[in-house]
T-cell receptor, first 111, second 114 residues
Framework: GNSVTQMEGPVTLSEEAFLTINCTYT??????LFWYVQYPGEGLQLLLK?????DKGSNKGFEATYRKETTSFHLEKGSVQVSDSAVYFC??????????FGKGTLLTVNP | EAGVTQFPSHSVIEKGQTVTLRCDPI?????LYWYRRVMGKEIKFLLH????????ESGMPNNRFLAERTGGTYSTLKVQPAELEDSGVYFC????????????FGQGTRLTVV
């Protein structure tokens, strides 16, 4: 079946540091890949997505590239801000529109 | 536009009691999903409604869980009787049309069974 493995947290960075959160997946077929974010006190929201190999999803300065050869979808941001502190979830979606999530990574950015 | 709303935000009940969680999707969204995150584990799919019909309930853990969506608007998830392992955060999500992954989730209901 489908599964997602993402970097265990927590991750603590200083403002303006470079962020990478690793995510790898196992899936049959050609899944879509997602990053969701949950800010404190809020629900999950879609951050970015990629629907086929070599696609790059981007939003709010975050990027992730769908790498079929390494079955990865690592999240990156060049310069994090305090407001980026949140829990980040990598997920994949199959043909039935059911999402399979990773365990989540807590990011704390200090000023 | 109001987002996905869940009630209550937190519930503490004793083992053997009944609890009902409610989800109000974004207005006009036909697709409604329930997910659950048990402490320290992944968020897992429970079921999917299209309007009032259950499209996929393959993730429901057992028959102590009952989901309904009468009239195709809000949904309820009842756990009866609750067990300790049911503790976790229950998320609801919605999407406008079939063929779209859920983009917006509610804040979740944290259920603690003691």
């Amino acid at each position: 079946g489908n599964s997602v493995t993402q970097m265990e947290g927590p991750v603590t960075l200083s403002e303006e540091a470079f962020l990478t959160i690793n995510c790898t997946y196992t899936a049959t077929g050609y899944p879509s890949l997602f990053w969701y974010v949950q800010y404190p006190g809020e629900g999950l929201q879609l951050l970015l997505k990629a629907t086929k190999a070599d696609d790059k999803g981007s939003n709010k300065g975050f990027e992730a590239t769908y790498r079929k050869e390494t079955t990865s979808f690592h999240l990156e941001k060049g310069s994090v801000q305090v407001s980026d502190s949140a829990v980040y979830f990598c997920a994949l979606g199959g043909s039935n529109y059911k999402l399979t999530f990773g365990k989540g990574t807590l990011l704390t950015v200090n000023p | 536009e109001a987002g996905v709303t869940q009630f209550p935000s937190h519930s503490v009940i004793e083992k053997g009691q009944t609890v009902t969680l409610r989800c109000d999707p974004i207005s006009g969204h036909d697709n409604l999903y329930w997910y659950r995150r048990v402490m320290g584990k992944e968020i897992k799919f429970l079921l999917h409604f299209v309007k009032e019909s259950k499209q996929d309930e393959s993730g429901m853990p057992n028959n102590r869980f009952l989901a309904e969506r009468t009239g195709g608007t809000y949904s309820t998830l009842k756990v009866q009787p609750a067990e300790l392992e049911d503790s976790g955060v229950y998320f609801c999500a919605s999407s406008r049309a079939t063929g779209h992954f859920a983009a917006f989730f509610g804040q979740g209901t944290r259920l603690t069974v003691v």
